[in-house]
């Protein structure tokens, strides 16, 4: 049974560039979340997904945003990247109702 | 809002010895309360939670954990050290065990372990 997968590994990319990170959920989930763990720092919480629609955000801007497709896997996006991006950006899924989350290996984005 | 207070950004032990990383919350409702372990260049594995219930909550691993309501903590144990252990340490917290949950991490503890 395959765990939450994330898609790239590394990313390098440069200031004012987008980005879209992907993300598929461990077998039988339905919400996948996304979070930002900047280097030294715990996650902060950037959105999270279920049926398709954004169910809760965080506190980031508007250049962050996502989308779950109907096999439940996800993307994020980000526009007009700044250097303060580059962070581990980790996909946690979950089943609703149940209350744990199983989170992926992250993928490295650094903005040059 | 909720929040998530982790005493010590380091703690060193020597292996076979006692492990205590602490962790105290903020929460205005009933608390929903993690602790996830990350190794070097991975993601999060979650090592216990408490929702309800008994407030000793045993992990992974041989780690513990206790709910304290009075005194808002929810501190991680481990009898003896392993090499093994060493490794970022993330309590979280969150307001709903529904399944849409936002959790909220404190800023991490890194566990040393020397032999």
């Known amino acids: 049974d395959a765990g939450v997968t994330q898609s790239p590994t590394h990313l390098i990319k440069t200031r004012g560039q987008q980005v879209t990170l992907r993300c598929s959920p461990k077998s039988g989930h339905d919400t996948v979340s996304w979070y930002q763990q900047a280097l030294g720092q715990g996650p902060q919480f950037i959105f999270q997904?279920?049926?398709?629609?954004?169910?809760q955000r965080g506190n980031f801007p508007d250049r962050f945003s996502g989308h779950q497709f109907p096999n439940y896997s996800s993307e994020l996006n980000v526009n007009a990247l700044l250097l303060g991006d580059s962070a581990l950006y980790l996909c946690?899924?979950?089943?609703?109702?149940?209350?744990?989350?199983?989170f992926g290996p992250g993928t490295r984005l650094t903005v040059l | 809002a909720q929040s998530v207070t982790q005493l010590g950004s380091h703690v060193s032990v020597s292996e076979g010895a006692l492990v205590l990383l602490r962790c105290n919350y903020s929460s205005s409702v009933p608390p929903y309360l993690f602790w996830y372990v990350q190794y070097p260049n991975q993601g999060l594995q979650l090592l216990l939670k408490y929702t309800t219930g008994a407030t000793l909550v045993k992990g992974i691993n041989g780690f513990e954990a206790e709910f304290k309501k009075s005194e808002t903590s929810f501190h991680l144990t481990k009898p003896s050290a392993h090499m093994s252990d060493a490794a970022e340490y993330f309590c979280?917290?969150?307001?709903?065990?529904?399944?849409?949950?936002?959790?909220?991490f404190g800023t991490g503890t890194r566990l040393l372990v020397s032999p």
């Open positions: 979280a917290v969150s307001d709903t065990g529904t399944g849409f949950q936002k959790l909220v």
């Open positions: 997904y279920y049926e398709e629609e954004e169910r």
């Open positions: 946690a899924s979950g089943q609703v109702p149940t209350d744990t989350q199983y």
